[in-house]
């Protein structure tokens, strides 16, 4: 069964190389590798749908995407990744995920709620 799905996932690799490797990544850092992008994907769709001011800084995505968007974002993006990085670019394409997870959970949590709302006199009338 182990022998089976080495075989998939080697084929999968393989029709979604782009480029030739030489250090394949492990298992345990591709599984990494998906688990971050899922929270990312999941608190990343939360916290632009639930926080008014909050907007998505991915360059491929709109401000506020919708849950189909970041799905076919990921779905497209993270095999693509996975089929054509090394072990070591993996390694620090998920230390980058993770600071990226980290850094939206402080946006969110610091982040003002409200709109500024400035008098004529400059000053802001809904300070956070």
């Known amino acids: 069964m182990n022998k089976d ?3 998939i996932q080697e084929a999968l690799n393989k029709r979604l190389r782009i480029i030739e490797i030489k250090n394949e990544p492990s298992a345990r850092t591709l599984k990494t590798f998906y688990i971050l992008n899922a929270i990312d994907m999941t608190t990343s769709y939360y916290m632009t749908k639930s ?3 909050l907007k998505e800084a991915n360059f491929l995505l709109p ?3 919708t849950a ?10 993270t095999p ?3 089929a054509n990085f090394e072990e070591g ?9 993770g600071f990226v997870i980290l850094h939206n959970l ?3 949590e610091t982040t003002c709620r409200q709109s500024p709302n400035y008098h004529v006199s400059g000053q802001n009338l809904n300070p956070c």
């Open 89 to 97: 670019q993996m390694v620090g394409v998920n230390w980058v995920l």
């Open 106 to 108: 402080y946006l969110y």
């Open 63 to 65: 401000e506020k995407p």
């Open 5 to 7: 799905s080495l075989l």
């Open 51 to 53: 926080h008014p001011t």
């Open 68 to 77: 189909i968007e970041f799905i076919l974002h990921k779905s497209i993006v």
């Open 80 to 82: 693509l990744v996975a």
